[in-house]
């Protein structure tokens, strides 16, 4: 993690206090949460937030020229401009690499040897998650559905907030800006804020550490050396490692934005209950598959062009977004799997038309929907093709025996496919009322829960996965 955790909990324990003390002097109190922000984020690597002020700058004059502007041209200039700075150092960091050792892998291939050596380059943590933020402003002021800051401490507030700063959710510039704008502090609601926190730590300790350092690393190091029976189990455990990972992480965040007063949207909603993967991705990541979907394939043309171009736009876009997750092939596979499975759904569902489907059919489908994007958690956790390869071809072994598994693995892939179908809101009036109680019992019960956590979990704590995305 950017922060032990022990360290982190000290420092949210001053952002809060700070944040009470100041929250009747806005700004003041914006002053302070970009100090923290900045503070947060340095902590992994200084020298990596010029790269945050260059995409803010760059964002707010680009924003405030595109709304002040009448000339067409001029425009999609200054659009461009802002796109190209965010893109630019997104593709440098996390792509140079990646197409120098593709290039000279390819002219290998031919016979012709090139000198050329990787840079090296370290990723900036969250470049990929605050330049598609600050896009996401300047692409909807050029459409005409968003009108610029004035503030440059909003603006700058907006792109460095830290809860989210480092693995989303990818946050729009409507939803921050007018809430930061708004004089109406509602009462923070504690409950629902520990309830979103301590339930990632749960998702992330529990399901997806455990899950990762008692059965899945071992497999993807050395499928030969698992049973088939591992291997199908690793692969629907990573499917959950992922799950836990990354909605535990999403989940600490908008609790922590909660706590500061900001309500973000959900960024997962029981995934593998979706019976398509038109609904996976409407569950999965959402802030990032929406975030695609208004700003590239709506921008490719979206369905208004006929049926060959949609499932054109749809392959397209997935190709991009598996691109966006990673420099390496198998995440452009993953993406282009996904795309040709939502350009196959949309194929069969123009043939068929719109039939709602029985339960059983439902049933089927959620089955088939979980089985496809399990096949590509393999591309997208597998260290390159061949290792994919391997571990597919290792689901030919035993199925009798499963030397790995123990207890805690089983109740981990129980309660992690348990989550995806269980009721949701049954727990919320619990929390509220928890969050209500005097503090001398809630310190204590969280402290509690911390320790349980920390007892009950493996050793260390890995970092998130999105991290390096």
């Known amino acids: 993690m950017l922060f032990p955790t022990i360290t982190f909990a000290v420092f949210l324990t001053l952002v809060l206090a700070v944040h009470t003390v100041l929250l009747e002097r806005p700004r003041a109190w914006k002053a302070s949460m970009l100090v923290a922000s900045y503070v947060f984020y340095a902590w992994w690597d200084w020298r990596f937030l010029s790269l945050i002020w260059l995409s803010t700058v760059v964002d ?10 009448a000339d067409r041209v001029r425009r999609r200039l200054l659009l461009l401009l802002s796109l190209g700075t965010n893109l630019g150092m997104l593709g440098f960091f996390k792509y140079a690499d990646f197409f120098v050792e593709s290039f000279v892998g390819v002219m290998a291939d031919m016979g012709i040897t090139v000198a050329a050596q990787p840079l090296g380059l370290i990723l900036p943590v969250g470049i990929s998650f605050y330049t598609f933020q600050t896009m996401s402003y300047s692409i909807d002021i050029y459409r005409g559905t968003l009108e610029p800051t004035d503030d440059p401490l909003d603006f700058a507030l907006f792109v460095g907030f ?3 700063l480092v693995a989303g959710p990818i946050v729009r510039a409507r939803d921050f800006l007018t809430q930061l704008a708004t004089d109406d502090r509602s009462p923070v609601d504690i409950g629902r804020s520990l309830q979103l926190i301590l339930g990632g730590l749960f998702k992330k300790i529990l399901i997806a550490d455990l899950l990762a350092s008692e059965l899945i690393d071992g497999v993807f190091a050395d499928p030969g050396g698992a049973t ?3 291997t199908m189990l690793a692969i629907y455990g990573y499917a959950l490692q992922i799950y836990g990972d990354f909605s ?3 989940d600490i965040a908008i ?3 909660l706590l500061l007063g900001f309500r973000f949207p959900e960024n997962f909603r029981q995934p593998y209950r979706a019976a398509s993967l038109q609904e996976f991705w409407q569950r999965w990541h959402i802030s990032l598959s929406t975030w695609l979907r208004d700003y590239l394939y709506i921008g490719l043309g979206g369905s208004r062009r006929g049926r060959l171009r949609t499932y054109r736009n749809l392959l397209l876009t997935m190709l991009l977004g598996g691109l966006w997750h990673g420099a390496g092939w198998t995440f452009v596979l993953w993406g282009a799997f996904h795309g040709a499975g939502l350009a196959g ?4 569902a123009d043939r068929r038309g719109n039939v709602t489907p029985s339960r059983a059919a439902r049933i089927w489908r959620t089955a088939f929907t979980f089985h496809f994007v399990c096949v590509g958690w393999v591309l997208f956790r597998s260290a390159n093709l061949d290792r994919a390869l391997e571990v597919f071809a290792s689901l030919g072994g035993s199925w009798t025996s499963a030397p790995s598994l123990n207890g805690g693995i089983i109740a981990a892939l129980l309660v992690g496919l348990a989550m995806q179908f269980a009721p949701r809101g049954r727990l919320d009036a619990a929390w509220s009322a928890f969050g209500r109680a005097p503090v001398y019992v809630v310190a204590p019960a969280v402290l509690s829960a911390l320790l349980l956590l920390d007892l009950l979990g493996p050793d260390g704590v890995a970092p998130f996965i999105y991290f390096q995305f």
Do not use: T
Request: hydrophobic fraction near 45%.
């Open 255 to 257: 609790g922590i934005a």
């Open 60 to 69: 707010f004059v680009a924003g405030r020229a595109i709304h002040a502007s």
């Open 162 to 164: 830290f809860p989210q």
């Open 248 to 250: 535990g992480y999403s």
């Open 228 to 230: 088939g029976l591992e």
């Open 345 to 348: 759904e949309r194929l069969f």
